[in-house]
């Protein structure tokens, strides 16, 4: 019965109307930073992409003043034109990239709630200790500008929901600066919430996502004020009052789909020239700007590296949900041109393995469950070939749209490449698609928790599998029950069996190795999310430092996790959690 499962990759691609056609080069080993040679966005991301904190700089290196600290916006506005009108008031902009935008500071008292060291220091170059100074404060909460800042507004478009929302651009959002660190990295610097804004997720879950090995985003630090903010959280007309709450995030860029989108769209061919070549001079230095063909290959590595985006998502369990009104993630307006996950709104990461998972309250059809993602980076391409179709010659459009049907192959190849690591597989074999779908299959009729079930696996010896000795393992005993569970163990422990020179040890070594990337033991599940941020709303920030310290090894079993039961079998009530937009 389970030959049906040949034509899969696994149960997540089935719902797929993909046509593999093409195939770009793709790098054979599963590790994050494998495909960064010849690629532009990882080879400029590589720290973004580096789970291991590289501690080159001794402590005397950093900076205990922030009066030293400076960032620079001369570069952009160098070379992109800004908008000639001042003024925070919303209004349609043409011919410009950016605006001029003061950030409205939060009122006190102010609160520094949790701050990354792994940024603070390794990124920004100072000394932890800053955090604790009323200028930092001040600095990271839009009172105060930083020394070299002006700050700006980002003007870009997006499809959501599928359909052309004309203008959108930063919102809540200042871009602050570039800031050169000592290893030779630029930071593009951003306060996120910087006017009136909901307590803000964002911070625990850019940063769990970077020590997970996914390309993303990330946040030095969360403040908040006992500013009241009304918000109406489920858009059902229940309106509370919450705290004000602002993150200072970091990106290589925050150039996205819709930077591009909105200026194809309004006519504007020869900004978005001006506009592809800076992306493409400080992003993608491997394409030759004197190429004919540099938009193409420019194209051709966004498609590729989306695809192992989304891989690495779906990997994990991550589900990067799109948001109501004018805000959305999986949109146009939130892909980033980098190929990094930036604009945290609403997410999850799923507990029972369900391919229609769903952690957003607005999005009734399923566009963006998780098992549709990889659809959705499609559709997102295609808008983004769709905008730079007035920079393609004819033949070049015809070449982009070849590259584009090659997406379902490089994503497919990916998924399969880590979901194999994830369960230990050496070498080929032809029937390791069938082995991935038969055990997702499984996972789906038992409602198998996703991350443990792997993790259990990389823990468990072969014998235990053998006489099915699950005691404390909550997951694999869910499987267990499966009436099809026994021919599935029987086909994954034959195929390991034929693994020469791999030891039991070495299997369950390289399935849980934080050098790996593949089987966390621990993840941002949204009931720890939410018992952090109840504890949070009565000035208990206590589960947040918590979550933070605990998700910046998830790999690593920790004692003060397993006393919180973040590896336990999940609460009741977290089946019912949804995550709102403004969540």
Same mark, same amino acid.
């Given at each position: ?18 046509? $593999? ?10 590790? $994050? ?11 400029? #991301? ?10 080159? !700089? ?117 871009? !602050? ?8 990295? /630029?930071?593009? !610097? ?23 090995? /996914? ?86 590595? /966004? ?24 805000? +959305? ?56 070939? /769709? ?8 033949? #070049? ?8 049907? +090659? ?9 399969? #490449? ?135 090894? $998830? ?29």
């Amino acid at each position: 019965m389970w030959s049906t499962c040949t034509a899969l990759v696994f149960a997540l691609v089935a719902a797929s109307s993909f046509t $593999p056609a093409y195939v770009l080069e793709l790098c054979q080993n599963i590790s $994050p930073e494998c495909h960064s040679d010849h690629n532009t966005a990882s080879n400029s #991301q590589s720290s973004s992409h580096t789970v291991k904190s590289k501690w080159t !700089l001794n402590a005397s290196s950093l900076m205990h003043d922030l009066n030293q600290f400076r960032v620079s916006c001369k570069k952009l506005l160098e070379a992109l034109p800004i908008d000639k009108v001042d003024g925070n008031f919303v209004r349609t902009v043409k011919n410009c990239i950016f605006s001029k935008s003061i950030p409205t500071p939060l009122k006190g008292p102010l609160r520094l709630t949790a701050a990354s060291k792994d940024v603070i220091e390794g990124i920004l170059d100072l000394d932890a200790s800053v955090t604790r100074s009323g200028d930092f404060l001040h600095y990271a909460s839009g009172g105060r500008l930083l020394p070299g800042s002006v700050p700006l507004a980002h003007r870009y478009g997006g499809h959501q929901f599928g359909y052309w929302a004309g203008q959108l651009g930063d919102g809540r959002a200042h871009f !602050l600066g570039q800031y050169s660190n000592k290893k030779g990295e /630029v930071w593009e !610097l951003q306060l996120k919430g910087s006017g009136k804004t909901p307590y803000s997720r964002e911070f625990l879950c850019s940063e769990a996502m970077h020590f997970l090995g /996914v390309p993303t985003s990330r946040a030095a630090s969360l403040i908040v004020s006992e500013e009241p903010v009304l918000r109406d959280q489920f858009y059902n007309g229940n309106v509370k009052a919450e705290r004000g709450a602002v993150v200072l995030r970091l990106a290589k860029s925050w150039f996205r789909i819709g930077s591009l989108e909105i200026l194809s769209q309004s006519g504007e061919i020869n900004l978005l020239r001006k506009l592809l070549n800076f992306v493409i001079d400080e992003h993608f230095p491997f394409i030759n700007p004197d190429n004919p063909e540099k938009y193409l290959v420019f194209f051709s590595t /966004v498609v590729n590296e989306t695809a192992h985006l989304i891989a690495q998502w779906m990997s994990v369990g991550f589900a990067h949900a799109v948001a109501v009104l004018t805000t +959305g993630v999986c949109n146009t307006d939130n892909f980033s041109l980098l190929s990094i996950t930036i604009d945290y709104g609403p997410f999850g990461f799923m507990e029972s393995y369900n391919p229609n998972f769903i952690p957003n309250t607005s999005d009734d059809e399923g566009r963006y469950s998780i098992g549709a993602q990889a659809n959705v980076g499609l559709l997102n391409l295609e808008k983004l070939l /769709v905008a730079l179709i007035p920079v393609l010659t004819q033949t #070049q459009q015809k070449q982009a749209k070849i590259i584009l049907k +090659g997406y379902a192959n490089i994503y497919q190849m990916r998924v399969h #490449q880590i979901f194999k690591a994830k369960l230990g597989l050496l070498g080929e074999d032809e029937d390791d698609n069938d082995l991935i779908a038969f055990l997702l299959k499984v996972m789906e009729d038992t409602e198998s928790d996703f991350t443990m079930t792997f993790r259990e696996l990389s823990e468990v010896s072969a014998k235990q599998l053998l006489n099915k000795n699950f005691t404390q393992m909550w997951a694999l005993d869910d499987l267990s029950h499966h009436k099809h569970f026994s021919d599935w163990l029987n086909k994954y422990l034959f195929r390991l069996s034929r693994q020469q020179d791999d030891s039991d040890l070495d299997r369950q070594h390289r399935m849980k190795s934080k050098s790996n990337y593949v089987n966390p033991r621990y993840v941002l599940r949204n009931w720890m999310a939410e018992s952090a941020i109840r504890k949070a709303e009565r000035n208990d920030f206590s589960e947040v430092e918590l979550l933070h310290h605990i998700l910046s090894s $998830p790999f690593v079993t920790q004692e003060t996790a397993e006393e919180a039961g973040y590896a336990a079998r999940p609460p009741q009530w977290a089946s019912r959690l949804k995550v709102s937009c403004s969540s």
